[in-house]
């Protein structure tokens, strides 16, 4: 992902009518989670509003706490960029759609569940989803791969989460401590701007 | 099945909700157990049928599946009780999300920021390819499966900014189309 900071451009003014905007349309095509990778395109690669450095944090914060994944990261992109009515309406609009969608659904779901091919287009868009998030994965992956350390965590945290299936928050909690502390500064030569 | 709405229904709603809010960690299907037994079992607003039906419609609709929590008030409350189903729904969490994002933004430059970033880089790449397995399993883990996610991922390679909507159609066209080859070998 290092190379990405050299093609990201501050062209498009942050708004809150282009927030809105961005998060109307991410919520009303989320189907089956993998929403960060394009959350992480239309603010960070394609409008240049939030480095990397600032994203990929949010990232592990927003599955970190309780709540959804993808409102808990709205919330955190909208705070970072305009505060807490930033926060606001990027959660506004990452909920619009399936509200509304909801109320659609809720007058018409009899309907909507005989019909079989709706359900093979609705897995067709949530496996595309999982290989956006795939690349994600790959781009965080390689970020990583920096020392034996981060690595390590890395690897423990999917094996623990992802094959054993060991629950989040009591593997999150050993594995963040340990993680920080790997990265602590020694010496203080590195203290810069972050 | 809809009850007079009224102050105490709406109430009832979001003092069943907003614990859920904080409880769904890692995801909506932590709440569906106790929301199920809530609306269910102790209420009886809907029937494990129904509940059971508008979990179905949430899987086909888009955004996060604890909008279950709405579209059960909906059923009990009118869209009033869905309006306050996500206000408990998504409030709580949210509050706490962003206090946490201000305590970090606040507190940046500083050494200690700066490691804890470090560190949690490898968390969310662990979390991140971790929830790749687990959709992909829970998607049934098939074959098709399979090739439409390596086959989004190699060309988000190819063309990083690309614009998700023709990926996310051509997933669906390509399920579409394996299903009707599947029920045209079936009719024949």
Same mark, same amino acid.
């Given at each position: 992902m290092g190379q990405s900071s050299a093609e990201q451009s501050q062209t498009t003014p942050v708004t809150y009518g282009a927030l809105y905007s961005v998060f109307f349309w991410i919520g009303l095509f989320s189907? /089956? +989670? +993998?929403l960060m990778p394009w959350i992480q395109r239309e603010i !960070?690669?394609?409008? /240049?509003?939030?480095r990397d450095e600032d994203f990929l944090p949010g990232v592990a914060l927003a599955q970190v706490l309780p709540g959804v994944n993808s409102t808990n990261m709205a919330v955190y992109v909208g705070r970072h960029l305009l505060g807490v009515s930033g926060a606001a309406v990027a959660l506004i609009g990452m909920l619009t759609g399936p509200f509304a969608a909801m109320l659609i659904a809720a007058y018409s779901y009899k309907a909507i569940l005989g019909v079989p091919a709706l359900h093979a287009a609705m897995a067709g868009v949530a496996a595309a989803a999982i290989g956006m998030l795939l690349r994600m994965g790959v781009s965080a992956v390689r970020t990583t791969s920096k020392g034996v350390l981060p690595i390590a965590v890395m690897v423990a945290v999917f094996v623990a989460i992802? !094959? *054993?299936?060991?629950? *989040?928050v009591p593997v999150v909690l050993v594995a963040t401590p340990l993680s920080v502390l790997a990265a602590w500064p020694r010496g203080k030569k590195e203290q810069g701007d972050a | 099945m809809r009850e007079e709405v009224s102050f105490g229904l709406l109430l009832t709603i979001a003092v069943i909700l907003a614990p859920l809010s904080i409880a769904s960690? @890692?995801?909506?299907?932590?709440i569906y157990a106790p929301l199920q037994y809530e609306v269910?079992?102790?209420?009886?607003?809907?029937?494990g049928r129904e509940f059971l039906d508008l979990f179905a419609i949430c899987r086909f609709t #888009? @955004? #996060?599946?604890?909008l279950l929590g709405a579209l059960i008030a909906f059923k009990v409350a009118g869209i009033l009780g869905a309006l306050v189903a996500m206000v408990a729904l998504y409030l709580p969490s949210s509050a706490l999300c962003y206090a946490v994002g201000r305590i970090w933004s606040t507190h940046k430059g500083k050494p200690w920021h700066t490691a804890v970033e470090k560190g949690l880089t490898p968390i969310a790449a662990g979390l991140i390819m971790a929830g790749v397995l687990a959709l992909f399993q829970l998607s049934g883990g098939d074959l098709l499966t399979g090739a439409v996610m390596v086959g989004v991922a190699g060309v988000l390679t190819w &063309?990083? &900014?690309?614009?998700p909507f023709p990926l996310l159609i051509a997933g669906a066209l390509a399920f579409e189309a394996a299903y009707l080859l599947g029920y045209m070998a079936r009719a024949a």
């Amino acid at each position: 992902m290092g190379q990405s900071s050299a093609e990201q451009s501050q062209t498009t003014p942050v708004t809150y009518g282009a927030l809105y905007s961005v998060f109307f349309w991410i919520g009303l095509f989320s189907f /089956g +989670g +993998g929403l960060m990778p394009w959350i992480q395109r239309e603010i !960070v690669i394609k409008r /240049g509003w939030m480095r990397d450095e600032d994203f990929l944090p949010g990232v592990a914060l927003a599955q970190v706490l309780p709540g959804v994944n993808s409102t808990n990261m709205a919330v955190y992109v909208g705070r970072h960029l305009l505060g807490v009515s930033g926060a606001a309406v990027a959660l506004i609009g990452m909920l619009t759609g399936p509200f509304a969608a909801m109320l659609i659904a809720a007058y018409s779901y009899k309907a909507i569940l005989g019909v079989p091919a709706l359900h093979a287009a609705m897995a067709g868009v949530a496996a595309a989803a999982i290989g956006m998030l795939l690349r994600m994965g790959v781009s965080a992956v390689r970020t990583t791969s920096k020392g034996v350390l981060p690595i390590a965590v890395m690897v423990a945290v999917f094996v623990a989460i992802g !094959v *054993l299936k060991w629950p *989040l928050v009591p593997v999150v909690l050993v594995a963040t401590p340990l993680s920080v502390l790997a990265a602590w500064p020694r010496g203080k030569k590195e203290q810069g701007d972050a | 099945m809809r009850e007079e709405v009224s102050f105490g229904l709406l109430l009832t709603i979001a003092v069943i909700l907003a614990p859920l809010s904080i409880a769904s960690i @890692g995801g909506a299907t932590a709440i569906y157990a106790p929301l199920q037994y809530e609306v269910v079992d102790l209420r009886q607003w809907i029937t494990g049928r129904e509940f059971l039906d508008l979990f179905a419609i949430c899987r086909f609709t #888009p @955004g #996060p599946s604890s909008l279950l929590g709405a579209l059960i008030a909906f059923k009990v409350a009118g869209i009033l009780g869905a309006l306050v189903a996500m206000v408990a729904l998504y409030l709580p969490s949210s509050a706490l999300c962003y206090a946490v994002g201000r305590i970090w933004s606040t507190h940046k430059g500083k050494p200690w920021h700066t490691a804890v970033e470090k560190g949690l880089t490898p968390i969310a790449a662990g979390l991140i390819m971790a929830g790749v397995l687990a959709l992909f399993q829970l998607s049934g883990g098939d074959l098709l499966t399979g090739a439409v996610m390596v086959g989004v991922a190699g060309v988000l390679t190819w &063309k990083r &900014k690309m614009h998700p909507f023709p990926l996310l159609i051509a997933g669906a066209l390509a399920f579409e189309a394996a299903y009707l080859l599947g029920y045209m070998a079936r009719a024949a």
